[in-house]
Nanobody, 123 residues
Framework: QVQLVESGGGLVQAGGSLRLSCAAS????????MGWFRQAPGKEREFVAA????????YYADSVKGRFTISRDNAKNTVYLQMNSLKPEDTAVYYC????????????????WGQGTQVTVSS
């Protein structure tokens, strides 16, 4: 069993930055590939970024490339999402997810999910 808890969401102005954190427990964190997804009101959940178990490989949705950075600190059992140059369309609930076979964009590959943290970007 794995428990994931996101934090760091909030309200920011367009062009601003925010860093989300996801703390994991219940199983060796370093054994998991990890991902971030988001869901805006009335829209389906979409992939944001993923990172391999070692942190050596990262993948991003086209909509966030060059602006967001996913990273992990296995010693702290934590994965991060640094979000820069935020846009109003980034407004969504952001979810941390764990344990796909690899760093993949498909949500059905992930076995564990956090409760989500709200990110709101004002124009």
């Amino acid at each position: 069993q794995v428990q994931l808890v996101e934090s760091g969401g909030g309200l920011v102005q367009a062009g601003g930055s925010l860093r989300l954190s996801c703390a994991a427990s219940g199983r060796t964190f370093s054994s998991y590939a990890m991902g971030w997804f988001r869901q805006a009101p009335g829209k389906e959940r979409e992939f944001v970024a993923a990172i391999s178990w070692s942190g050596g490989s990262t993948y991003y949705a086209d909509s966030v490339k060059g602006r967001f950075t996913i990273s992990r600190d296995n010693a702290k059992n934590t994965v991060y999402l640094q979000m820069n140059s935020l846009k109003p369309e980034d407004t969504a609930v952001y979810y941390c997810a764990a344990d796909p076979p690899y760093a993949v964009p498909t949500d059905w590959e992930y076995d564990y999910w956090g409760q989500g943290t709200q990110v709101t970007v004002s124009s």
